[in-house]
């Protein structure tokens, strides 16, 4: 960054801290646990989305699952969001999960 | 969490420019020979280059189009999983089928159910898990009436729960009266899962017959298989699960759905 961003300019959204002034849960979480906690009861409230939505992070960190397991298989892959498989290679599909130790689950 | 976006191309550049140690065919018989001793060495580190290249080969034969070379690979391997090899060689191919194994190698994996290593039994029924063929779910069901110690079990309770096959129903319901509780609640998550006529039967009438802590367990099988039956469009079949759960006697997590 080479100036600050200024007032008139996009700025990420910074949930209220519910404390100001005040360091609730120790100084290691520096406030933005409790400022998650807020937005989030904030948004049941309101019916809004919370600015850490779900849906969004899980469409997120998909598209970084499927470029690594396309760098891995070391081809171009096709991926069909709606019934979120790949289309055309059914050995990929087989990357889509793991097997975990019971009692562990997903 | 579906919704209709767009058909999503992972292609990345770099990956056209990446070294491949593919081979196929005879190429790839003599690759195995090679490395497969250096995949058990008893020095960790230096199984990492033969296991690399060995992978490697296995993933490029999982591409659509070269279903024969990868048919004739899984062959290979399958024939190399018996006790003369040493298990960290056998535990990394058995990780490699579990990608790309089909029907080809179910009975060389199946007999290392019972294997007298824990990893490789694990990995072996994890194998299996994932294989597409049916006689991969044979193979654990007949593992399953034998097993001994509840840990191996739930581990192949859980096997059947992520194959969900139907034909799975009828030992799991014999598994509700297992004499430890973690395999009761992996067979009611199995059927939960499953949720066949028969399978929710089963379940439904056990949430009301357990002690509280299996209870919630089993009653959230029973939220599971509501929500398949919704997910196949059968209402209300869902709603008659949901009915009886919601009840004054039931536990109040399970009467908010709370699981």
Request: glycine share 6%; net charge positive.
């Amino acid at each position: 960054m080479r100036k600050p961003i200024g007032p008139d300019e996009v700025h990420l959204y910074n949930s209220p801290d519910p404390n100001p002034g005040k360091n609730v849960f120790g100084a290691q979480y520096g406030g933005y646990t409790v400022r998650h906690y807020t937005d989030w009861l904030r948004a049941i409230r309101s019916r809004q989305r919370p600015v850490a939505d779900v849906e969004i992070g899980c469409r997120s960190v998909t598209v970084c699952h499927l470029g690594n397991i396309a760098f891995r298989l070391r081809r171009p892959l096709k991926w069909d969001p709606v019934e979120e498989q790949f289309i055309g290679d059914p050995e990929a599909n087989r990357w889509l999960d793991r097997p975990m130790r019971w009692p562990w689950v997903l | 969490m579906k919704r209709p976006i767009f058909l999503l191309v992972v292609s990345f550049a770099v990956l056209g420019q990446m070294p491949s140690s593919a081979v196929a065919g005879a190429s790839f018989q003599a690759m195995f020979e090679r490395v497969l001793p250096g995949m058990g060495a008893n020095d960790p580190p230096a199984r990492q280059a033969p296991q690399q290249e060995f992978q490697e080969s296995c993933r490029a034969l999982s591409a659509p189009g070269r279903d024969a070379e990868r048919t004739q690979a899984c062959r290979l391997i399958a024939a190399k999983l018996g006790p003369e090899t040493p298990n960290p060689a056998r535990v990394f191919m058995l990780r490699q089928l579990r990608l790309i194994g089909h029907g080809e190698c179910v009975a060389a994996v199946a007999r290392l159910l019972a294997d007298k290593d824990s990893e490789v039994k694990t990995w072996a029924c994890w194998t299996l898990q994932s294989n597409p063929a049916p006689e991969a779910n044979t193979a654990i069901l007949t593992a399953l009436r034998g097993a001994e110690g509840p840990e191996w079990r739930a581990t192949l309770v859980a096997a059947l729960k992520s194959r969900a096959a139907p034909e799975s129903v009828d030992v799991l319901v014999g598994c509700l009266a297992d004499r430890d509780d973690g395999v009761v609640a992996a067979t009611a998550a199995a059927l939960g899962e499953i949720s066949t006529p028969k399978a929710i039967e089963a379940i439904t009438a056990a949430v009301s017959q357990a002690t509280p802590i299996l209870r919630r367990r089993i009653g959230a099988a029973c939220i599971r298989a509501a929500e398949r039956l919704v997910e196949r469009g059968q209402l209300e079949q869902a709603r008659a699960i949901y009915r009886q759960l919601n009840v004054p006697e039931q536990l109040r997590p399970l009467r908010i759905g709370h699981t």
